[in-house]
């Protein structure tokens, strides 16, 4: 008789639990369905101040990696290449490394109705590392010398179609076409090559320094390059959050 009791009690203790896990798993999901998945309030397209807040907050996501999306600061770049045919120059740029996308700012934002180009006007300030080959017909060898770069004030012009779309779950997201991307400088990139005593740096130095559109030609290279990720990381952002929770369309 004891030990139907005690197999009573087991079964019983068994049930609270079951009961109370379960109660705690409803109000989860109730919390999970209630909270908005992004930190920032819904922005008018109109209202810029509110987009520049968002915008930061959107980088700080991209960087932890929220939605699968690919952290930009830094951000790595295999290389860059630039050919000169008619001088017989060519230029590689390795194993690059970019910093400082994630403090871009939002200059304009230019917003019509569906499947019309919208467009977007951000401003960067680049810090570029990498290892530079450079090779040309009358020398023998390539010329290697590891480069600095800094891109003040470069200028993304990026054009885009998009729609919105209703899913499975009745919410509506945004889908984007694919982007056009424009640089432009607004002044020359600094760079510093090393090692300064090397007499590679030194034959690389004089040739930049006399076709500096070489280095203007890197920047806009690398920095559409990033900006690249960056609308990447928003198309897949724009089809995993519903649009009401950063964008009000409607």
């Known amino acids: 008789m004891s030990y139907l009791r005690f197999v009573v009690s087991v079964l019983a203790m068994n049930y609270i639990f079951l009961c109370a896990g379960q109660n705690l798993l409803e109000r989860r999901r109730e919390v999970s369905t209630t909270t908005t998945p992004i930190p920032f309030p819904p922005c008018r397209a109109d209202d810029i101040d509110c987009l520049r807040r968002g915008l930061r907050t959107f980088f700080n996501l991209m960087d932890s990696g929220h939605y699968g999306m690919t952290p930009v600061d830094p951000i790595y770049i295999n290389s860059v290449a630039i050919a000169l045919p008619e001088q017989q120059?060519?230029?590689?740029?390795?194993k690059v490394i970019v910093t400082g996308i994630s403090w871009t700012k939002l200059v304009d934002k230019r917003f019509h109705e569906n499947g019309i180009k919208n467009g977007v006007?951000?401003?960067?300030?680049?810090?570029v590392t990498g290892d530079l080959?450079?090779?040309?017909?009358?020398?023998?060898?390539?010329?290697?010398?590891?480069?600095?770069?800094?891109?003040q004030g470069v200028q993304t012009n990026i054009t885009y179609s998009w729609d919105v779309e209703k899913k499975k779950d009745n919410e509506y997201y945004i889908s984007l076409g694919?982007?056009?991307?424009?640089?432009?400088?607004?002044?020359?990139?600094?760079?510093?090559?090393?090692?300064?005593?090397?007499?590679?740096?030194?034959?690389?130095?004089?040739?930049?320094?006399?076709?500096?559109?070489?280095?203007?030609?890197?920047?806009?290279?690398?920095?559409?390059?990033?900006?690249?990720t960056?609308?990447?990381n928003i198309r897949l952002f724009a089809q995993t959050v519903p649009v009401k929770y950063y964008y009000k369309l409607f």
């Open 89 to 94: 120059l060519s230029f590689l740029l390795r």
């Open 121 to 127: 006007l951000f401003s960067s300030d680049l810090h």
């Open 133 to 151: 080959v450079m090779a040309k017909a009358d020398i023998y060898e390539p010329l290697f010398a590891h480069m600095t770069m800094d891109i």
């Open 178 to 228: 694919q982007e056009r991307i424009a640089i432009r400088n607004g002044r020359l990139p600094t760079f510093f090559l090393q090692p300064r005593a090397s007499a590679d740096t030194k034959i690389i130095d004089k040739t930049l320094q006399l076709k500096p559109s070489i280095v203007d030609h890197f920047s806009e290279e690398i920095t559409a390059a990033a900006m690249r």
């Open 230 to 232: 960056v609308m990447d």
